[in-house]
């Protein structure tokens, strides 16, 4: 069965850094688009990174463009977003997905002010 899972979140302040990784079982990830979604409270799920199949194209939205970066590894069947220049209101669970039909549990970002 095909499992995701996310690590990498956490605390951090406004203008730090943090990279999260989604270890993908079950599946190559390679073959799969891509993506990472987020959640804050109260609020809808969006599309943060997405990063079609065998490595292709990649769209951001615009809050991220520039300071958030999608990659996979195939080697280790992962992938990653990293995070720099992290404001507060990029606090969220962040998600990542394989087609947006498999997802992992999440993970928790906050950023303090």
């Known amino acids: 069965q095909v499992q995701l899972v996310e690590s990498g979140g956490g605390l951090v302040q406004a203008g730090g850094s943090l990279t999260l990784s989604c270890l993908v079982s079950g599946t190559t990830a390679r073959l799969h688009a891509i993506g990472w979604y987020r959640q804050a409270p109260g609020k809808q799920r969006e599309l943060v990174a997405h990063?079609?199949?065998?490595?292709?194209?990649?769209n951001y939205a615009d809050s991220v463009k520039g300071r958030f970066t999608i990659s996979r590894d195939n080697a280790k069947n992962a992938v990653y977003l990293q995070m720099n220049s992290l404001k507060p209101e990029d606090t969220a669970v962040y998600y990542c997905?394989?087609?947006?039909?498999?997802w992992g549990q999440g993970t928790q970002v906050t950023v303090s002010s």
């Open positions: 997905t394989l087609a947006t039909t498999f």
């Open positions: 990063m079609g199949s065998i490595g292709s194209s990649t």
